[in-house]
């Protein structure tokens, strides 16, 4: 069975562009999530999506968003891209049978924006 | 706001030993689940071991346990007859509702030969 799948592998943008994060969950998996492991800050939570809908958010500013499509695959686009946004970007997927189902997680996309 | 501490930056021992790594977490809530996860230089985030916080039972994986103890707030991992490959960045991670996993700072394992 596949697991989560994350493209591109890399991404090199410039500060001000939008950069577009693709997540393929697990088979079956209709909850979708999206980590942010910067250097120094850990991980730390983005985005969940499930059945189509955001259904809960991190402490991050708007110009992070995203959307889930109806075979449950995910995008994660961030705009007006700042230095700072330079990390690896985890995407989990889960079933959602409850409120803490165990996440499964991608190999990442390595963002660096310069 | 929920937080897990992993004390323990980096730790190194040598192959076949047995190593613990230790984890706490604060939260006022009774029902919640922790996580240990790998991360090999590969990057690939991967599930070691769970534990639900109702069960009294300590849970195992082969060569993996952790010893939780509710009471104190602490998790800790223990990895019996250590193998190269099992060098890794180790996170803890707590659970307790809304999906959100809330991560340590890790501890930087490495296996030496």
Redesign the interface.
């Known amino acids: 069975e596949a697991g989560v799948t994350q493209s591109p592998t890399h991404l090199i943008k410039t500060r001000g562009q939008q950069a577009t994060l693709r997540c393929s969950p697990i088979s079956g998996h209709t909850s979708v999530y999206w980590y942010q492991q910067a250097l120094g800050l850990g991980l730390q939570f983005l985005l969940w999506y499930d059945e189509g809908e955001e259904r809960n958010r991190g402490n991050f500013p708007p110009r992070f968003s995203g959307r889930q499509f109806p075979n449950y695959s995910s995008e994660l686009n961030v705009n007006a891209l700042e230095l700072e946004d330079s990390a690896l970007y985890l995407c989990a997927s889960s079933l959602y049978l409850s409120p803490t189902d165990t996440q499964y997680f991608g190999p990442g996309t390595r963002l660096t924006v310069l | 706001a929920q937080t897990v501490t992993q004390s323990q930056p980096e730790m190194s021992v040598q192959e076949a030993e047995t190593v613990t790594l230790s984890c706490t977490y604060d939260t006022s809530e009774n029902n919640?689940?922790l996580?240990w996860?790998k991360q090999p230089p590969?990057?690939?985030?991967?599930?070691v071991i769970?534990q639900e916080a109702y069960k009294q039972q300590n849970a195992t994986e082969n060569r993996f346990s952790v010893n939780f103890q509710k009471a104190a707030k602490s998790f800790s991992l223990k990895i019996s007859d250590s193998q190269l490959g099992d060098t890794a960045m180790y996170?803890c991670?707590f659970?307790?509702?809304?999906?959100?996993?809330?991560?340590?700072?890790?501890t930087r394992l490495t296996i030496n030969p």
Do not use: D, E
């Open positions: 919640y689940y996580f996860y590969s990057r690939q985030m991967i599930l769970r996170f991670a659970n307790q509702g809304a999906q959100k996993l809330v991560f340590g700072q890790g």
